[in-house]
Nanobody
Framework: QVQLVESGGGLVQPGGSLRLSCAFS????????MGWYRQAPGIERELVAD???????YYGPPAKGRFAIERDSAKKTVYLQMSSLKPEDTAVYYC?????????WGQGTQVTVSL
């Protein structure tokens, strides 16, 4: 069974940076496509970025040019480096591990961008 634990969220001012971490527990980490999603109140969950086991990345429109996703296979951890944060980036950020039948999800970490 896969378990995902996010950390690194918090309150940051506009223009600031945060680094989210997602610790993966389980086997075959490198076989999962790992991703970060976010959900703001009243808005559907959206893909922020994801990364394959071989390091191929995809960024959703809000993340392009500002966020970077990476994974460390030795630590079984996925990171999301967020820069130039805007108030509209405020959301709960979820880590996911995608497999053939669906996704495993973490519990989420709150990111609030405000003065």
């Amino acid at each position: 069974q896969v378990q995902l634990v996010e950390s690194g969220g918090g309150l940051v001012q506009p223009g600031g940076s945060l680094r989210l971490s997602c610790a993966f527990s389980g086997n075959f980490f490198t076989t999962y496509r790992m991703g970060w999603y976010r959900q703001a109140p009243g808005i559907e969950r959206e893909l922020v970025a994801d990364i394959t086991g071989t390091g191929t990345t995809y960024y959703g429109p809000p993340a392009k040019g500002r966020f970077a996703i990476e994974r460390d296979s030795a630590k079984k951890t996925v990171y999301l480096q967020m820069s130039s944060l805007k108030p509209e980036d405020t959301a709960v950020y979820y880590c996911s591990a995608k497999y053939h039948a669906g996704n495993f999800w973490g519990q989420g970490t709150q990111v609030t961008v405000s003065l």
